[in-house]
């Protein structure tokens, strides 16, 4: 079953977390361990990425942290992290090497850009920290609250029209646009993209929730199968004959292969015969996008899912409807995310309303 993969993936995020806290001062040990009740595996990892990498900041780049230890840093030196410190981080994060002290080692250093949303990420993580040791009153004060978090710009929607879906699923079928060493891949892996591909356009499924499908979570008599949701709940979805005949088609060829030690339950499998990974997956996405929408950059698995929440919110108007379906706990992140179509929606309302003509009176009266 995929809560066994699910089971595994949350195993390796833990083994990651402890990893980090090696090199994060004492106290994060006790953040971590306060939210680890109300966060998933992945977010305290993340939060632990960004820890290291604001702390690494502090004692690289800070001149009163120069003689500072961050895996050693004390409650009292954190106490002395100043607005300013933090400011600073902001700016460092726009532009830096992803790892400075490995600069002099020979490699070339790992430039990285971080965007607003990238920004305000991890400014959050240093804040969620600074609010745990202060709620705890082990700072006087809280810093990180006097910062301001970058704007974030809102986005519309990516996703694929109709004419785009068909063209991304004939590039699939024929081939057409792709070079010839894909073209010599497409010969071993179209049944499996094909029933990928239609299992993102027609369920909506999270990438990190496909690649974790079992061959026993589907039940094709019911056109259902069961997925492990952010968070480890396990629910049901559904999916229609055009996606339940790729994905059939697609499992005889798959069971002719003799996987890997563990995976041989592996719903998609790569080239390697294991378990397809997010980036595997990514990477067929983008490669066949980019014949079907050319002028739509960044296509991804999340995009292919924003077309199937696009599709069902045109077809319904059913708001509660597309969170269930795409997963969502708070109704208000999909009503953010459709508000523009929402809006769209009014527009035509107000073109369909019948109103008398006005006659025109630009003459002048006689």
């Avoid at 830096?96 to 070339?108: A, F, H, M, V, W």
């Avoid at 700072?139 to 710009?153: E, G």
């Amino acid at each position: 079953m995929a809560k066994v993969y699910h089971k595994l993936r949350t195993q390796k995020y833990h083994e990651r977390l402890r990893k980090q806290l090696k090199t994060l001062p004492p106290s994060c040990a006790d953040f971590f361990r306060a939210i680890s009740q109300t966060t998933s595996p992945l977010t305290r990892l993340a939060y632990a990425y960004d820890l290291n990498l604001f702390f690494r900041f502090l004692c690289t780049e800070r001149v009163s942290f120069a003689n500072s230890s961050q895996e050693l840093m004390s409650l009292e030196e954190i106490a002395s992290i100043t607005a300013r410190d933090i400011e600073a981080f902001q700016e460092y994060l726009m532009f830096y090497t992803k790892d400075d002290e490995q600069s002099d080692s020979g490699s070339s250093p790992t430039f990285i850009q971080n965007n607003e949303l990238g920004i305000m990420r991890k400014l959050c993580s240093v804040r969620s920290y600074f609010n745990y040791l202060f709620k705890n009153e082990l700072i006087p004060s809280n810093v990180a609250l006097l910062v301001d978090l970058p704007k974030k710009k809102k986005k519309p929607i990516l996703y694929l029209d109709t004419d785009e879906v068909n063209e991304l699923i004939s590039v699939v079928m024929t081939g057409d646009g792709l070079s010839s060493k894909q073209k010599a891949y497409l010969k071993s892996t179209q049944k499996r993209d094909l029933a990928i591909l239609l299992l993102f356009l027609g369920t909506g499924i999270r990438v990190s929730e496909l690649v974790g499908l079992d061959i026993d979570d589907f039940d094709f008599d019911k056109n259902s199968f069961v997925v492990v949701r952010k968070g480890g709940d396990q629910t049901i979805l559904y999916y229609a004959n055009v996606v339940k005949r790729a994905v059939l088609d697609y499992l005889n060829e798959r069971q002719q292969i003799e996987t890997l030690p563990g995976h041989e339950n592996a719903m998609f499998l790569s080239l390697q015969k294991r378990r397809i990974t997010t980036r595997a997956v990514e990477n067929l996405v983008k490669k066949y996008a980019q014949v079907a929408a050319p002028l739509k950059k960044k296509i991804s698995p999340h995009k292919l899912r924003s077309t199937f929440g696009t599709n069902l919110y045109q077809e319904t108007g059913d708001i509660y409807l597309v969170a269930d379906a795409l997963g969502h706990s708070d109704v208000n992140t999909t009503r953010r995310h459709y508000a523009a179509m929402t809006d769209e929606h009014k527009r035509q309302a107000a073109k369909r309303v019948v109103l008398p003509e006005i006659p025109n009176n630009d003459s002048p009266n006689e």
